[in-house]
């Protein structure tokens, strides 16, 4: 399925029916009055969360949602019945706009919250609400109002304990694969990722927790570069960021300059993205040569980030002590 997170879509809710104009018409009872029955409410539009979805590919194929209206009233003081309401689904994290002024109306983060986006309107008044000493048999009613109709923006942020963030082929994928359920597809070729990929980790004692690995992340991606930074959002609720790096990619001369560059389009995208905490891995210690640039690496960065992990990915060497470092601090954070 074609991984959205993004939509526009217009949603009415039902029009109040229309009052009813009607005279009792009883044997024995020559002057009935009017007993005209008002017209049932509009159905309303509501959007709910569910985990059961994880993208907004469904309004792909369908923009234009209306809930049914209320029906006429009836004679005999009969209401008329109101309109179902419309519940449209979407995924866990999906923030609700409106379109014309850009206002979030609201950020849907557990699972089952709903929100209202449109009311239906209510029924007309039938003539018996229009009878007077002066007008005893009113031969009018009002009718229904439309609902409220309003285009919305629907914007997806994936809900991610731990997002993992890196140039293309630094081995963000793979790490998602090896430390859980998510099995991502994984080539030695850039942009193999091109959605990001949940995963959800578990870990005796902790609690389980889970992992975005985030696509499409190069030098000059907050001006469009490669996939641009239509990914970004989705670390925006990470409690932290795992910040992956190359091994063998770093230079002796500048060997701060993949790390320096990742933070940059982040301080570009969103300053408050780029003041989350992070944890370093160095990866790809399986490569040749790699044992000395990891050292030089750690020597330079001591001062602000003591605490840089070193492993494979590929062999999973290091892998497991990270794993349980990440639940650990997860545990730290939540607190």
Request: glycine share 12%; charged share 25%.
């Amino acid at each position: 399925m074609k991984f959205i997170d993004e939509a526009v879509i217009l949603v009415q809710a039902g029009s109040g029916g229309n009052g009813c104009v009607s005279f009792r018409r009883e044997k024995y009872i020559p002057r009935g009055g009017p007993d005209g029955g008002d017209g049932g409410k509009g159905g309303d539009v509501i959007l709910k969360a569910t985990s059961q979805l994880r993208t907004l590919s469904h309004f792909h194929f369908r923009q234009r949602f209306k809930a049914p209206n209320g029906t006429s009233g009836q004679g005999k003081n009969r209401t008329g019945k109101n309109g179902t309401d419309l519940i449209i689904k979407v995924p866990v994290g999906t923030l609700v706009k409106d379109v014309e002024g850009g206002v979030l109306l609201q950020d849907l983060t557990r699972d089952n919250e709903s929100v209202v986006v449109a009311r239906g309107s209510r029924g007309g008044k039938g003539n018996k609400h229009f009878a007077s000493s002066t007008n005893r048999a009113p031969r009018f009613a009002q009718k229904g109002s439309p609902g409220e109709a309003i285009s919305l923006k629907l914007e997806l942020k994936l809900l991610a304990d731990i997002g993992i963030i890196g140039f293309p082929n630094a081995g963000k994928s793979t790490l998602i694969s090896r430390i859980s359920s998510a099995r991502p597809k994984i080539s030695d070729y850039p942009f193999t990722t091109l959605i990001p990929n949940l995963g959800v980790v578990e870990l005796d004692p902790y609690p389980p927790f889970v992992v975005a690995d985030i696509p499409g992340l190069i030098e000059g991606a907050h001006t469009g570069v490669g996939l641009g930074t239509r990914f970004l959002r989705h670390v925006e609720r990470t409690l932290f960021l795992v910040h992956m790096i190359d091994l063998t990619s770093l230079e002796s001369h500048d060997i701060l300059k993949s790390y320096h560059s990742i933070n940059t389009e982040l301080e570009h995208f969103n300053s408050t993205l780029s003041q989350k905490p992070q944890v370093i891995v160095l990866n790809k210690k399986d490569q040749p040569g790699t044992e000395k640039v990891a050292l030089l690496f750690q020597e330079v960065i001591r001062d602000t980030h003591p605490d840089v992990w070193v492993i494979s990915a590929l062999t999973g060497e290091g892998v497991a002590p990270l794993k349980e470092h990440l639940a650990r601090l997860l545990g730290e954070y939540r607190v």
